[in-house]
């Protein structure tokens, strides 16, 4: 609640004494309901078309503002509302950055790109996420395929270990393949989401685990029907490279569900 918007109840109702229950609503917003799964369900999809846009128009030519635009389309057209479009595009022969930009430049696609991303569309509130890597006119070369390959599989195993009553702390051992393949992160390995970012939420802190053989502490309990993103985004040690690979999930018994239907594979424009 706006502070002004306080200032005033208290102004009209002074025998009223609110109470803060930020730290109770807070938790009520992480395990969804199944009508707010369905909710979720339906920004995944508006999400999908975002990425498979920009797979269907990217070519040489093309700035990254102009992709912006079309991933934008994609979706608003089928009435869902701009949450995040996160892109980098670069040279896969010669890399300059290992996350996408939160601000999309004028530079334009050439031949042998590859375009790095973060996307999120919402419906009424509710949003989605997927990260995948486009390929401009070109198949992924050795070394991104190896990049790729090791963030497929901590995804793989990150989601396969969600499962009511699983912790933080299994996460990060779900997911030290990428420390043992040489690889850090440097964005959030997953985190809450669905209306915003929350809890669990297991930052880049836990590379350090990987590097020293250290077990990772407990952490947070894992409820069932929590919205997860997952989104392995390994780097290479000078932060020059990287990608992410990642989607909106759904805790469920035998681990999680998957909300987008797009391939985890490399798109190739």
């Known amino acids: 609640m706006p502070w002004q918007h306080y200032l005033r109840l208290r102004e009209l109702l002074p025998a009223v004494e609110p109470l803060d229950v930020t730290a109770e609503y807070g938790k009520l917003r ?14 995944a ?14 070519r040489p030519g093309l700035s990254e503002l102009e992709l912006a635009a079309i991933a934008e389309d ?6 869902g509302a701009v949450r995040i479009t ?4 670069m040279p896969m022969a010669a890399p300059s950055g290992c996350l996408p930009s939160q601000n999309p ?8 790109d590859v375009i790095i991303t973060e996307l999120s569309a919402s419906l009424e509130g509710y949003s989605g996420q997927i990260h995948r890597p486009v390929f401009v006119g070109a198949e992924p070369t050795g ?3 190896r990049m790729f390959d090791a963030a497929r599989e901590a995804y ?22 990428l420390g043992e393949r040489g690889y850090a992160i440097y964005d959030d390995l997953v985190h809450g989401y669905g209306t915003d970012i929350h809890p669990p939420l ?34 290479t040690p000078d932060q020059r490279m990287g990608l992410q690979l990642g989607a909106l999930t759904v805790v469920r018994g035998d681990g999680a569900e998957c909300l987008h239907r797009v391939p985890f594979e490399p798109l190739l424009a």
């Open 30 to 43: 992480v395990v969804k309901s199944e009508e707010e799964i369905e909710r979720l369900r339906g920004a």
């Open 45 to 58: 999809g508006l999400t999908d078309l975002a990425i498979l846009a920009l797979q269907r128009e990217a």
């Open 74 to 79: 994609a979706y608003r057209r089928r009435g």
């Open 86 to 89: 996160f892109l980098r595009s």
């Open 105 to 112: 430049s004028t530079r334009r696609l050439e031949r042998g």
């Open 143 to 145: 070394e991104w395929l």
């Open 156 to 177: 793989d195993r990150i989601a396969a270990g969600l499962r009511p009553g699983s912790t933080e702390g299994d996460a990060i051992r779900n997911a030290a393949v």
């Open 202 to 235: 297991i930052d880049r802190s836990c590379v350090e685990y990987w590097r020293n053989g250290v077990t990772p502490p407990p952490g947070r309990t894992i409820e069932r029907n929590t919205a997860i993103v997952i989104q392995p985004n390994p780097i």
